[in-house]
């Protein structure tokens, strides 16, 4: 699943940097995650980063509109970080 950031966002600027994916950016109003980017940090860390540095509970959720298992979400790591 990737994740999605809600209008609760009052974009502090903090999830941007933290994303090894560089799936975060800002959009027309608030910070965006590019779904197509966003592992939800499989294959970097323990849990995703954004939601950990968010000081707003329950601004980034998983987006129901894009349910992906774990190993899809490998998959897409893969793709973004080839072996060099």
Known sequence: MALLITKRCI????CEPECPNEAISMGMEYYEI?????TECVGHYDAPTCQQVCP???TII???QRVETNDQLWDKFV???PAG
């Open 11 to 14: 974009n502090c600027d903090m």
């Open 34 to 38: 590019d779904t197509d980017r966003c």
């Open 56 to 58: 707003i509970d329950n």
């Open 62 to 64: 998983v987006d129901p």
């Open 79 to 81: 793709v973004l970080h």
